[in-house]
């Protein structure tokens, strides 16, 4: 504990006692700055500046919620030890969120333009869902007001939105052919917004908080791809950092639900995993507080923060098609050596993309 106990000022001094108030102790919260250092990919000295950051002044945030299963607000509040509430809330202050808060009606719509009237340019504001434009967008409306037109003025004056989940980042479900609403993500929704995608079915609740972490920190948003994702969730392939990794290699498969290959952890590409083709740090973050992901439940990555998988990455339990460099008749072990080439190529073409400065980078994926 002796950087962090080392750099605790006084008032992050008086912080850390109402969370001890609350159930959350100093161990907790190191334990908290600590994993969020790591999953941005910052030295252990970077630590005290995160503490010093969340515990600063709290920045506003409001929830909106489109054409979407609520899946993402569940994973927010699904998020353990120590809980939402006891340090996200305490941290962020979410003044409108429409599954979560008591006020409802005209009521809770007064509290959330009050938001934009009073805090224009200075509030977060996170989507979850799709917004439909087809026929003027009336498939989605809140208080009367269609999903679109409310999106344009709340993400338009914020300071930056965050869309979380495939379908508030780029359609998801929602606008799966036939797309019968002309559902799409926000950036498409609200072109001139500051938009920053985590996309994933649900979203990983700890990427949330650690884009806001870096926010507070460094009083920017974090590096993105081309599609408008953060490098430190979506810049490694599933496939680089997959526990089954040696299994492909070895050109060790599952071929059968419960076979033998299955009950050994083997390797899920024949049984149509889409992990080769999918960016996102499920291994390493995985879900429910590092319980478990995916691939490590038995079952295939389905590509779901990829934009539109639900159409590109079916049939989810048919092998990736035609992987470059193999035949059709290639064996699975032809195939598990030639695709670790294949796949080193691409991670050293993706760790060279990153190596260059962000500005350049931008330039270069236009
Ligand atoms: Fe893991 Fe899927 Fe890659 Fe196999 S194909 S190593 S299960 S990500
Ligand atoms: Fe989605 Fe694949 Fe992760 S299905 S949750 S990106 S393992």
Redesign the pocket.
Known sequence: MGLFDENILPEMSEKLDELARKGVSRRDFMKFCTGMAALLSLPASFIPKIAEAVTGKKPIIVWLEYQDCAGDTEALLRATSPTVGQIVLDIFSVDYHETIMSPSGFQAEKSLMDVVKNNKGNYFVVVEGSIPLKDDGVYCCVGGRTAVDIAREVCGNALATIAVGTCATYGGIPAAKPNPTGAVGVKEAVPNATVINLPGCPVNAENITATLVHYLTFGALPNMDKLGRPYFAFGKR??DN?E??S??DAGQFVRQWGDEGARQGW???EMG?K??ETFHNCPTVKYNEGTSWP?QGGH??LGCSEPHFWDTMTPFYKRLPNVPGFGIESTADKIGAGLAVATAAGIAAHGIARAISPKKKEEEDK
């Open positions: 599933i496939h997959c089954r990794r299994h492909f390797c899920l590409y995993c992990g080769p691939v295939g990555c």
